[in-house]
């Protein structure tokens, strides 16, 4: 039996922590889930004084991705349409999936449910990969009979799920290339072109105006510091991914980018996009909604926006009605929060989710199709300073020693 450090989310929403003993790490998730905690993280504890290298189990195992996942979530519903027995239908997927890692997975579930323990539970084991929404959808599809379109409404909301995310990454990946390609700009520039200059410059005994000579300064102390120079941006690239690696740097940072200019209000839009499909579908499953804010918080893909949704359940505990608690969390749009008002008004929340979801992706759709134009100015102002600073460091001089030559 060995040691396990979890992470988990009690049934109040709040975040605790703690070790517990355990056969497995699934063994270990469906002790939290047993005592009514949503696990978020489990890790195993290596022994005190255990000798050589423990490389982690699975490293060299391909990951489950979100394709696998909607593969097997559209598979799962063809199976049950067809009235196929789930655990029949299992071992088939787990045969026939090129995962290894995710097979083991189906065959343990497979396995689960031959010895009698419920679908949702069975799942709930694997909290790796199966988050809280896939399993409250499920444990709903159990007790009502329809587990085919529990499987049927998570194939669709993964799916859309991922163009989302892909638009998401679409939007922060243009102007990271913009980024990156204008800094590699000013490195060549800095390191190869101004040191030519600057022999030129050299040679002569002409009067070097203060722009060149501090363009002058930082190329000398780039071409004599650039392995330290290296050094310090890998360092800083590595230290902000374990910031951001950290829940309170993670919170930080997804905040941060909600308030960059231009980007912003796209992937405010795109996260906001994410949880009310993600909501609607829930709802429409007959998740409560208490159960449903904890479940899709994480779908959200913001740790900024998931915090408030958590905090929402305890309004809505509390008895106050959700439109009132959204106003109150501050990070929805006044179309979220109107159509709020109108399914609350009509008892067809999860309709005017899904609708709000629905516009949101066409309005996201949209803003990645024409990023290109909304960062181009920014663009051009940042081309037309590093020329206006090359023409003033380098070029004037340049100017200078051309008039000085034609008066020989």
Do not use: C
């Amino acid at each position: 039996m060995s040691t396990y450090r979890y992470r988990a989310r009690d049934a109040t929403g709040a975040l605790r922590s703690g070790t517990l003993a355990a056969d497995s790490e699934a063994a270990a998730a469906a002790q939290l889930i047993d005592s009514g905690a949503s696990p978020l993280e489990i890790v195993e504890e290596r022994a005190a004084g255990a000798g050589g290298l423990k490389l982690p189990a699975g490293l060299f195992q391909r990951k489950i991705t979100t394709d696998d996942l909607i593969l097997f979530s559209r598979q799962m519903y063809s199976i049950t349409k067809a009235g196929v027995p789930i655990i029949q239908g299992l071992a088939r997927l787990a045969e026939s999936t090129p995962n290894p890692r995710f097979a083991a997975i189906l065959h343990e579930i497979s396995r689960d449910l031959e010895g009698g323990r419920e679908i949702s539970a069975a799942f709930a084991r694997h909290p790796e990969v199966f988050d809280t929404l896939y399993v409250s959808m499920l444990r709903v599809g159990e007790m009502t009979g329809e587990i085919e379109r529990a499987f049927q409404s998570l194939y669709q909301y993964l799916a859309n799920d991922k163009v989302v995310a892909n638009r998401i990454k679409t939007a922060m990946r243009y102007p990271i290339f913009v980024i990156v390609a204008i800094g590699i700009a000013i490195g060549v520039l800095t390191v190869l072109v101004i040191p030519a200059f600057a022999k030129v410059f050299a040679s002569t005994n002409l009067a070097l105006p203060l722009p060149t000579r501090i363009i002058l300064g930082i190329s000398d102390f780039a071409n004599r510091n650039w392995p330290a120079i290296l050094a310090a941006i890998g360092a800083g690239v590595f230290a902000f991914r374990r910031w951001t690696a950290t829940e309170a740097g993670r919170l930080a940072w997804d905040r941060a980018r909600l308030k960059i200019p231009k980007v912003g209000s796209v992937l405010l839009r795109a996260t906001l996009a994410r949880f009310t499909r993600a909501l609607g579908i829930a709802l429409a499953a007959g998740v409560p909604i208490t159960h449903a804010l904890v479940s899709v918080a994480r779908a959200s893909g913001n740790a900024h926006i998931a915090a408030k949704i958590v905090a929402m359940r305890t309004g809505v505990e509390r008895g106050d009605s959700l439109l009132r608690t959204a106003g109150q969390a501050g990070v929805f749009t006044p179309v979220v929060l109107q159509m709020i008002a109108v399914g609350e008004e009509t008892g067809q929340l999860d309709a005017m989710m899904l609708e709000v979801a629905d516009f949101y992706d066409r309005e996201v759709e949209y803003d990645v199709a024409n990023l290109s134009a909304i960062i181009e100015p920014v663009l051009t102002v940042v081309v037309g300073v590093m020329v206006l600073v090359l023409a003033l460091g380098v070029f004037l001089p340049m100017w200078d020693l051309t008039q000085l030559a034609g008066r020989r």
